[in-house]
């Protein structure tokens, strides 16, 4: 017995959405009980190795998630809360959970893509059994699910028409507080950090010549906007440095804070309303929430499509002349094509776990056009690799780049001499990232 017999007692299930500011899962709970249980669970199936022999997680990712839930841990208790960390299968450890605190109702973030659509109907199905209510918020969009002019299954595949028809009706909401405190069971175990990376707690090596150091947390995510925006005016000049190679602020740089949660893409983009209303609005300041659209689209063709967009033939269910070559995929990875501007990315990523949006399609494209090896490798490189990987975007865009996915255009090929010349025509990039450090 946990001894608050008369208290309702709701537990908070921290997925992708690891802050405390505009999340709809801890507000709802907050407001409807007295007390609260938040956990997180590091789902061992997620640092396991792929079928293409990638880990799921690889390091860089893995380390990054241990600094967002550290970080986590601590805004909670600095509000007076504590966070539950625990290792190993969440449809197993939250029931047994909810049966220790006298839990009445579980409240988590609703994912879309198969692996964990699995886990929420299996643990609806435990938690049925126990008579636990489960309720689920989306807090990944920018766009509210329930606003949209059209049902998932009418959604038009291609994003100008989907960014046509959303941008006539207004579907974003506002943001949420952040609680002013947060009050758990006394009887609650915070659990312990486990060691998921093999790195026996130290960190990476941070390449000195990456773009950014990301630091895992909401306290680094809302500082990197609060730099982007209101310091550096970089929100005002996006959408003519958006396809840079190098430094900081050619882009937001909030992918990778966005993937873990840790800022919503609603905050983002009330901040750069509020920015536009005080010093300037501009195609560039535009320009970023219409990259948060194609976020979303990838988001809501994940949830129409489902597992289609984890076939080599995609949704379009398209032939495709790909081959699982071992031996080219990793003279890929390991910047060894003998195209320097290929080589000079995959570097990048390989090296930092980072590389620009330009590079990712570049490098994507070469793989799938020019080498032609199976698109679906690629992505699960990519799915280790990022550290701003997001499950959605990721094979979305992997799909779109390959031809079977949203595009109408068959294929989506470039000239890689033609992007070098373009995208780095001194050089600069190449130099950098081609020598031996």
């Known amino acids: ?80 809360g504590e966070l539950a960390i625990h290792t190993g299968i969440p449809e197993d450890i939250l029931p047994a959970l909810c049966l220790k605190h006298e839990v009445t109702t579980l409240y988590l973030s609703q994912e879309v893509a198969p692996e964990e659509t699995q886990v929420e109907n299996e643990l609806q199905h435990r938690l049925g059994d126990a008579g636990v209510e489960m309720q689920t ?37 506002g943001t949420l507080p952040t609680p002013t405190h947060i009050t758990v069971p006394a009887n609650m175990d915070a659990g312990v950090r486990p060691d998921i990376t093999g790195l026996n707690g130290n960190h990476l090596h941070t390449d000195p010549r990456a773009a950014m150091a990301f630091v895992g947390g909401e306290t680094a995510a809302l500082a990197r906007l609060q730099e982007y925006v209101w310091g550096t005016d970089g929100v005002a000049t996006y959408f003519d440095n958006r396809n840079g190679l190098l430094g900081r602020d050619y882009s937001t740089k909030l992918s990778a804070w966005l993937s873990a949660g ?49 076939f080599s033939q995609g949704p379009k269910r398209r032939a495709m002349d790909q081959t699982d070559n071992y031996e080219l995929l990793h003279r890929w990875i390991n910047g060894k094509t003998g195209s320097e501007f290929v080589d000079a990315n995959m570097n990048e990523l390989r090296l930092t776990g980072f590389m620009s949006n ?53 294929d989506r090929y470039f000239n890689i001499d033609k992007q070098a010349a373009t995208f780095d025509a001194n050089g600069a990039y190449r130099k950098l990232w081609l020598q031996k450090h």
């Open 137 to 173: 918020y989306n807090t990944a969009t920018l766009l509210t699910k329930e606003l949209l002019p059209f049902s998932l299954d009418k959604m038009h595949d291609m994003f100008t028409a989907f960014r046509w028809e959303v941008e006539r009706v207004n579907a974003i909401q």
């Open 262 to 310: 840790c800022i919503s893409a609603r905050v983002i983009h009330h901040t750069i309303k509020e920015y536009e209303r005080v010093r300037v609005a501009n195609k560039s300041t535009y320009w970023v929430t219409f990259e948060l659209l194609w976020r979303d689209f990838f988001r809501f063709n994940m949830e129409k499509y489902h597992c289609e967009l984890f």
């Open 1 to 80: 017995m946990n001894n608050n017999e008369n208290l309702r007692i709701g537990l908070v299930w921290f997925r992708n959405d690891l802050r405390l500011y505009d999340n709809e899962t801890l507000h709802k709970a907050q407001a409807e009980n007295d007390l609260v249980v938040p956990v997180y669970v590091f789902d061992t199936r997620n640092y396991r190795t792929s079928t293409y022999g990638f880990k799921k997680t690889g390091d860089f990712r893995a380390q990054f998630l241990l600094e967002c839930v550290a970080d986590l841990r601590n805004r909670i208790r600095a509000l007076g």
């Open 358 to 410: 330009r590079g990712r399609q570049i490098t994507a494209s070469y793989l799938v056009n020019d080498l032609k090896v199976k698109w679906l490798m690629g992505a699960a490189y990519f799915e280790s690799q990022l550290i701003d990987y997001d499950v959605s975007s990721n094979y979305g865009n992997w799909a779109y780049i390959a031809g079977v996915g949203n595009d109408p255009r068959q």
